[in-house]
Structure formats: C-alpha cells, structure tokens
Nanobody, 120 residues
Framework: QVQLVESGGGLVQPGGSLRLSCAAS????????MGWYRQAPGKQRELVAS???????NYADSVKGRFTISRDNAKNTVYLQMNGLNPEDTAVYYC??????????????WGQGTQVTVSS
C-alpha cells in the first residue's frame, strides 16, 4: 500500500507563489507516473500536472507557464511549484501515484489533499 502525504497548501494572495510537496512511502522511481490533481467546490477533480518515469511532463492548459512539476527520486517526493496564482486556482490539491500505465483504480493512489486558497 502506497501512502502519499501532501504539504505546503495554504492561503496566498493573487499573483503569489506556493510550493506543494508530496512524500511517498514507496519508491517513486518504480511508478509509471506521479501527478497533481485539484478539485474546486462543485467541480470534478481535474489533472493539473503529471510527470512520468522518463521525466515527461504534462500540464493542464490553464496552468501552463505558471506551474512546474518535478520529482526527487532519492527523497521519494514530488513537487508542484505554483507561480502567478489566480483565484481560479483555489481548490483542494491531491497528489497521485500511478503504479502502472493501466489507470484502473486499484493501481492508483491518492493523498488526502491540501487546501490552496488564492484570495486578497
């Protein structure tokens, strides 16, 4: 069982920056991919950014140029650097680990989420 623990969420003003961290109990180098998702009130959970075992990244159009996902395999940690935050970025952010390319629920792991609120 993979455990994911997020940290770094909080309240930030528009235009500000925040860095989220996700520490995994397992070896992230063995995972197919790691990612960050977010869910705003009344909305579906959506992919924000992901990074696979080869280092290939993928970003939602809404965050391209503002967010950067990275991983430190030695520390089994994935990060999400968020710059130029907007109120529409307000959501609960969830760390995700995909063991395999197959996205069956049993092969996906999730953190408990961390709240990010962008407001003046």
């Amino acid at each position: 069982q993979v455990q994911l623990v997020e940290s770094g969420g909080g309240l930030v003003q528009p235009g500000g920056s925040l860095r989220l961290s996700c520490a995994a109990s397992g070896s992230i180098s063995s995972f197919y991919a790691m990612g960050w998702y977010r869910q705003a009130p009344g909305k579906q959970r959506e992919l924000v950014a992901s990074i696979n075992s080869e280092g290939r990244t993928n970003y939602a159009d809404s965050v391209k140029g503002r967010f950067t996902i990275s991983r430190d395999n030695a520390k089994n940690t994935v990060y999400l650097q968020m710059n130029g935050l907007n109120p529409e970025d307000t959501a609960v952010y969830y760390c995700n680990a995909d063991v395999y390319r197959n996205l069956a629920p049993s092969y996906r792991y999730w953190g408990q989420g961390t709240q990010v609120t962008v407001s003046s």
